[in-house]
């Protein structure tokens, strides 16, 4: 079973050479520690910029170099700065290669639920409802079952909805799995130590499984 | 064309009950701090806040929230205000929340003259709900209309007294949209400079968008969440 670096390190392996990425809040924000060294990558903050690198050294914190998580950090060299309607627009427009967000729930056909639960503060979809909506390929980072030991892979969201037939990938503590065009999640890789047995108890929507299903490599 | 004002009060000073205001700034960064405090000063109420967030308990449109001089926000994400949170809850102030994207570009759109946008954000989710869809090349669009606002209220770094506009790293934001968005736009800026000084080849925002600015009394630039790393 992976912990949450875990998780983002295995999607880490997810991003190529030449890519613009866009890292959503939590477990994503992890991925930016295991960038392949070797490999071109930038990263897209959507309040305006591209180029985002480390937190700042202690002291060297400036308030108008922030993340859209709203942390300080830093700029890297070759950085680019504009507004959030061009920051939408590259996003709007395909420009960004790969988005990487959370979720509480995925549904078989992609359909993804991450910003509202019912009867409790609501606090908005931030810019998770433009990436869903517009980005080709998205791979969700999240635990695959909740606190109260219930599927979050399931035939569909019960949670208001972020975005349709949008989910193409699903990173987990127990697996790595691609969301099929027809439906229905297909398992790909297992975490260390995790059995094909506890991945299908684990998931409540359909589970598409062909031969071996490999560990995974970190 | 001189836009200049004699401060934040004397820029403010015919905001009036009721009216809508666009706010610019994200988080914390790149508010228009004198701004507020002049509006938390003037006791102006009823307010509409187009703005992307709702500050903090103790700053920002914080400030506003605890005076109840706010009817209603119109952000994308809320969440960091206990306040905020309590007068919610209560039914004493209405929020509309809607997808950043879309924010930015029904901004964007009013300061570019277009009535309204088509963008596929919130289709399928409740967003969508009584809002035209239009399909082009086998997509789905919402149509989002421009907003109107009474006011822009945004923040540069600096800025000419014609009103030109200069913004510094991600405290460009919303700002840089909203200041072409307002019927009237105020800009405060950290350092207001005499025409020529700034290259016309770096200007964000021509001044012909901006109707009156001044050089903030003092910035405050507060962080709402310091990450730093340590020294190795």
Known sequence: MLDKEGIAKRIAKEIKDGYYVNLGIGIPTLVANYLPKNIDVVLQSENGLLGMGPFPFEGEEDADVINAGKQTITMLPGSAVFDSAMSFGMIRAKKVNLTILGAMEVSENGDIANWKIPGKMVKGMGGAMDLVASADNIIVAMQHVNKAGESKLLPNCTLPLTGVHCVKKIVTELAVLDVLPGGGFKLLERAPGVSVDEIIKATAGKLVIEGDVPEMIL | ?232
């Open chain 2, 1 to 232: 064309m001189n836009k200049v004002v004699n401060g934040a009060d004397e820029a403010i000073r015919d905001i009036e009950d009721g009216m809508t205001l666009m706010v610019g700034g994200f988080g914390l960064c790149g508010l228009p701090e004198n701004c507020i405090a002049a509006l938390v000063r003037k006791g102006v109420k009823e307010l509409t806040c187009i703005s992307n967030n709702a500050g903090v308990d103790d700053f920002g449109i914080g400030l506003m929230l605890k005076q109840r001089q706010v009817k209603k926000m119109v952000s994308s994400y809320v969440g960091e205000n206990a306040e905020f949170e309590r007068q919610l809850l209560s039914g004493e102030l209405e929020v509309e929340l809607i997808p950043q994207g879309t924010l930015a570009t029904r901004c964007m759109a009013a300061g570019y003259g277009m009535p309204a946008i088509f963008t596929p954000a919130g289709i399928g989710t409740e967003v969508a709900i009584g809002k035209e869809i239009r399909n082009f090349n086998g997509k789905d669009y919402l149509m989002e209309m421009a907003f109107e606002a009474d006011f822009a209220i945004v923040k540069a770094w600096k800025g000419d007294t014609m009103g030109n506009l200069v913004y510094r790293a991600t405290a460009r934001n919303f700002n840089a949209v909203m200041a072409m968005a307002g019927k009237v736009t105020i800009a405060e800026v950290e350092e207001l400079v005499e025409p020529g000084e700034l290259d016309p080849d770096h200007i964000h925002t021509p001044g012909i968008y901006v109707h009156r600015i001044f050089q903030g009394e003092k910035y405050e630039k507060r962080i709402e969440q310091r990450t730093v790393r340590k020294r190795v």
